[in-house]
T-cell receptor
Framework: EPEVTQTPSHQVTQMGQEVILRCVPI?????FYWYRQILGQKVEFLVS????????KSEIFDDQFSVERPDGSNFTLKIRSTKLEDSAMYFC?????????????FGPGTRLTVL | DAKTTQPNSMESNEEEPVHLPCNHS???????IHWYRQLPSQGPEYVIH???SNVNNRMASLAIAEDRKSSTLILHRATLRDAAVYYC??????????????FGSGTRLQVQP
């Protein structure tokens, strides 16, 4: 069964450093999402992406965040200057386009630890 | 967005049925009821969804009240692997896909052997 994959599974970085989290969505999916979950808290939406542009973003997704689909398979989340409070699990998700295809498929996540 | 209310936690014994309730008294007529679950240290996973009629799939059943103000996710025989946080989420029927999922706190299901 096709699945969303994410790399790395765990990233440790120093405060102020840039990190890039990578995701490979399911191949025929057209909508892509990033969510994050701080330890012990709810899953929070960051950004959605469709047709090579951001469709929607939350208040969390400020100027230090960016997303890109650099090729036909990868979807990346870049954090330019990491802060301690960016430590969290980051989940990528994807879904098909069209009415009746609302199910989002999530990857296993990347655990980001900012020291 | 219409709000959902779920118990914080529930316990079950292995191989027994589990009924996970969700209240959504402000649901609109075109909202679908979706359930996702999150196993420990994993990403959320789709379970089932429905609009008005009860639904069954290989993972679970969804029973929707006649007035649609509540629903129940039914796991027919809980296994240890079903221990997870279960989220009930409302989605508008004409969602273009741009709208994100809004996760609440969900119900943490513990399954005892």
């Amino acid at each position: 069964e096709p699945e969303v994959t994410q790399t790395p599974s765990h990233q440790v970085t120093q405060m102020g450093q840039e990190v890039i989290l990578r995701c490979v969505p399911i191949s025929n999916h057209l909508y892509f999402y990033w969510y994050r979950q701080i330890l012990g808290q709810k899953v929070e939406f960051l950004v959605s992406f469709y047709n090579n542009e951001i469709s929607e973003k939350s208040e969390i997704f400020d100027d230090q965040f960016s997303v890109e689909r650099p090729d036909g398979s990868n979807f990346t989340l870049k954090i330019r200057s990491t802060k301690l409070e960016d430590s969290a699990m980051y989940f990528c998700a994807s879904r098909l386009a069209g009415v009746g295809t609302d199910t989002q498929y999530f990857g296993p996540g990347t655990r980001l630890t900012v020291l | 967005d219409a709000k959902t209310t779920q118990p914080n936690s529930m316990e079950s014994n292995e191989e027994e049925p589990v009924h996970l309730p969700c209240n959504h008294s402000t649901i609109s007529g075109t909202d679908y009821i979706h359930w996702y679950r999150q196993l420990p240290s994993q990403g959320p996973e789709y379970v089932i969804h429905g609009l008005t009629s009860n639904v069954n799939n290989r993972m679970a059943s969804l029973a929707i009240a006649e007035d649609r103000k509540s629903s129940t996710l039914i796991l027919h025989r809980a296994t240890l692997r079903d221990a997870a946080v279960y989220y009930c989420i409302l989605r508008p029927a004409m969602d273009t896909g741009r709208r994100a999922l809004t996760f609440g706190s969900g119900t943490r299901l513990q399954v005892q052997p």
